[in-house]
């Protein structure tokens, strides 16, 4: 089993802050902080005692997300939600599939489509037509009762990692990529590429029978075995998801700071104190914000892939975990 990334660094923030650290000892993933003070808190894998359960209730479903965003005139993706085939059954709603396709239809493919719960890129697709859009239905609905149609936001990914009154983290994300060497074919520029995130122990499987990976290079005119140029970049993924092999590039430094103002904002205003926030923004994070759209909340945001960009930025999450714990010294 691959072992758990925050458990140690919350032994180790644990032991400088005089918090005793109790592990559940089977996995790993799960743990108590004794408090100098003998309370207790608790964190499980990247979700811990911070965030109160009604908001991380409402981040962590993306309508209802979009919903209060929208209604405190933050811009939202557009879209709307449907229901597989038996839910809609069972609580008599008539926005199953077919309302879903029709409406995909209004908006103009491509769209997305997406589970409403979901993280990680799990089960988030991008299609072009009816047949494709049935599939990815199907798929999602297989174990999810709701999901998500939606269009297509132009511009770049970014994510903001917000704790109370501070942004701690900032970087821009980049769909899995590929980069032609005049001679192998991209089955196996995917195969090194997968090899390189070994080697950064990044834990990620790159599935190369994803047929979402397939659609991608389909509407590039590419199959696995096409050759790329020499120096030529293609993105195989249409989302940026890190946990599926995108790159991350830190701008924690360099970020504008009315954009932080305006991530601490929305993270108070979903009742949250500690809240990753995925923007998809057209123009700059240096400048200042002009046109953006908050893709979804995250209270339990993962670090993991974050830290393994290098030594400075494991000393960053390390430094956002102190925080974290500090807050329960509080009071
Ligand atoms: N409406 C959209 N427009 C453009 N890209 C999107 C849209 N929805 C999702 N994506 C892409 O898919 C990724 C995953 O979608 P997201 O809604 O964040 O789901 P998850 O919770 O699985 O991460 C995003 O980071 C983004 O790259
Ligand atoms: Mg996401």
């Known amino acids: 089993m691959k072992p758990c990334f925050v458990s140690p660094l919350i032994q180790t923030v644990g032991r400088e802050l005089g918090i005793e650290v109790r592990l559940e000892p089977k996995y790993g993933y799960a743990g108590q902080l004794i408090l100098p003070n003998g309370q207790k808190r608790y964190f499980r894998n990247n979700s811990f005692d911070i965030n109160l359960l009604g908001a ?61 719960n979901k993280s990680q890129g799990e089960g988030v697709f991008k299609v072009a037509g009816k047949i494709d859009f049935f599939r990815s239905v199907e798929t999602i609905t297989a174990s999810d009762r709701v999901f998500l149609v939606q269009r297509i936001v132009e511009g770049d990914d970014f994510r903001f990692v ?44 790159i599935s190369f029978a994803d047929n979402r990976i397939t659609n991608q290079l389909k509407q590039l005119k590419l199959t696995l075995d096409s050759i790329l140029g020499m120096g030529q970049i293609i993105q195989v993924l249409p989302i940026a ?51 953006y759209v908050i893709l979804e909340l995250n209270p339990s945001p993962g670090l993991e892939h974050f830290a393994s960009l290098g030594k400075k930025q494991r000393e960053r999450v390390k430094i956002i975990y102190r925080k974290l714990l500090e807050t329960f010294l509080e009071n």
């Open 56 to 116: 991380s209730e409402i981040a962590k479903d993306k309508m209802y997300a979009a919903s209060f965003l929208a209604k405190m005139n933050y811009p939202v993706p557009e879209g709307e939600e449907f229901f597989s085939d038996a839910w809609c059954e069972t609580i008599a709603s008539k926005r199953e599939a077919r309302a879903a396709y029709r409406y995909a239809q209004s908006i103009g493919f491509p769209v997305i489509i997406k589970p409403n």
């Open 162 to 205: 917000v704790l109370d009154q501070e942004v701690l983290a900032a970087y821009q994300r980049i769909p899995l990529s590929v980069t032609g060497d005049g001679q192998s074919s991209i089955l196996t520029l995917l195969k090194q590429k997968q090899k390189s995130f070994d080697r950064l122990k990044r834990f990620i499987r």
């Open 241 to 291: 998801n890190l946990s599926l092999g995108g790159e991350a590039i830190d701008l924690s430094e360099k970020i504008h700071p009315d954009w932080k103002r305006l991530a601490i904002e929305i993270t108070r205003a979903m009742g949250l104190r500690f809240c990753g926030l995925d923007f998809i923004i057209q123009g700059k994070i240096w400048a200042q914000p002009f046109s």
